[in-house]
């Protein structure tokens, strides 16, 4: 399987964008997708998920309101809309995708995700 982020760029304070994920090799309305991120010097955190059968979504608590995850399962491929971005964002943006856990209870649990994109960096400038 194959996960292609992209979208990722440098942006202003309060600004938006949109970052996308391909997704190839598996059958895409199978799997739940999540978003992660990583600062630096910090640990991976969960942004967001979306389950197999939409509208199931869940959020981080740090961009909950801000940030909003959509599937295309026609365009296999997952979406992170990210709006009144703000310089604690600022991180390496991850795409990952869930084929085995039920993802109601493990939405939020990296080890869930047994595939991951190479990641597309945000930095959001003060």
């Known amino acids: 399987v194959q996960l292609v982020e992209s979208g990722g760029g440098l942006v202003q304070t309060g600004g938006s964008l949109r970052l996308s994920c391909k997704v190839s090799g598996r059958t895409f309305s199978r799997l739940s997708m999540g978003w992660f991120r990583q600062a630096p010097g910090k640990e991976r955190e969960f942004v967001a998920s979306?389950?197999?059968?939409?509208?199931?979504?869940w959020y981080g608590g740090s961009v909950k309101g801000r940030f909003t995850i959509s599937k295309d399962n026609a365009e296999n491929t997952v979406y992170l809309q990210m709006n009144s971005l703000e310089p604690e964002d600022t991180a390496v943006y991850f795409c990952?995708?869930?084929?085995?856990?039920?993802?109601?209870?493990?939405?939020?649990?990296?080890?869930?995700?047994?595939?991951w994109g190479q990641g597309t960096q945000v930095t959001v400038s003060s």
């Open positions: 979306i389950g197999r059968i939409t509208p199931s979504t």
């Open positions: 990952a995708a869930n084929s085995d856990y039920q993802d109601t209870l493990y939405y939020n649990a990296e080890y869930a995700y047994g595939d």
